[in-house]
């Protein structure tokens, strides 16, 4: 099955650096979605991207997406210890039904 | 706010036990999904829902089943627990007619001994 997948799998930067993470899919997709988890919790809704657009902000986060080479990046500026946790994609195919596709994430560690 | 709720937080069985997990949304939301997470293998779906009653299989249904009677819940039963199915269990919500987010509970840890 499609499977979304992160790039890359763990990345620690230091408090006030910018933190890139990016996800690839395998099929045509209807929107893509980044999702937070702090350790040991559910997810937490970032942001959503459709399938016609190509970049989306929301704060401190910027979505891009390239539907050409199905891949989409998050990009976290100024990152906060707060930042810390794994970050997944998701993705809903174009098949109609609302099933999601979650890549296998990125471990984000901000250093304070 | 939009609040997805499941039954217990950590969870210990024994091998060839019938084991409930049970999740409940409160936002009056159509379509209701169970995963699983394990490390190195990020989310996998185990089955959806889109209405009562109704229910799909995702990409891993073997040795599970579901069970929506009320639109508000969705039961995840593992019939025989094996030792593989020993994880984090992750339900959410979604609405139809909303942005597509999906709404998560804050998983059920499950042991199988």
């Known amino acids: 099955s499609q499977q979304g997948e992160e790039d890359p799998q763990a990345l620690s930067i230091q408090e006030g650096e910018n933190a890139t993470m990016n996800c690839s899919y395998k099929?045509?997709?209807?929107?893509l979605q980044w999702y937070r988890q702090n350790s040991g919790r559910g997810l937490v809704h970032l942001i959503l991207i459709r399938s016609n657009e190509r970049e989306k902000h929301s704060g401190r986060l910027r979505v891009t997406l390239d539907t050409s080479k199905k891949s989409s990046s998050l990009l976290i500026t100024a990152s906060r210890a707060a930042d810390t946790a794994s970050y997944f994609c998701?993705?809903?195919?174009?098949?109609?039904?609302?099933?999601?596709?979650f890549g296998t994430g990125t471990r984000l560690k901000v250093l304070a | 706010d939009v609040k997805v709720t499941q039954s217990s937080r950590y969870l210990v069985k024994r091998t060839g036990e019938k084991v409930f997990l049970e999740c409940v949304q409160d936002m009056d939301h159509e379509n209701m999904f169970w995963y699983r997470q394990d490390p190195g293998l990020g989310l996998r779906l185990i089955y959806f829902?889109?209405?009562?009653?109704?229910?799909e299989k995702g990409d891993i249904p073997e040795g599970y089943s579901v069970s929506r009677e009320k639109k508000e819940r969705f039961s995840l039963i593992l019939e025989s627990a094996s030792t593989n199915q020993t994880s984090m269990y992750l339900c959410?919500?979604?609405?139809?007619?909303?942005?597509?987010?999906?709404?998560f509970g804050p998983g059920t840890r499950l042991l199988v001994l």
């Open positions: 099929t045509s997709i209807n929107n």
């Open positions: 998701a993705t809903r195919t174009t098949s109609g039904t609302y099933k999601y596709i």
């Open positions: 829902s889109y209405d009562v009653k109704m229910k």
């Open positions: 959410a919500s979604s609405s139809i007619s909303g942005r597509e987010t999906q709404y």
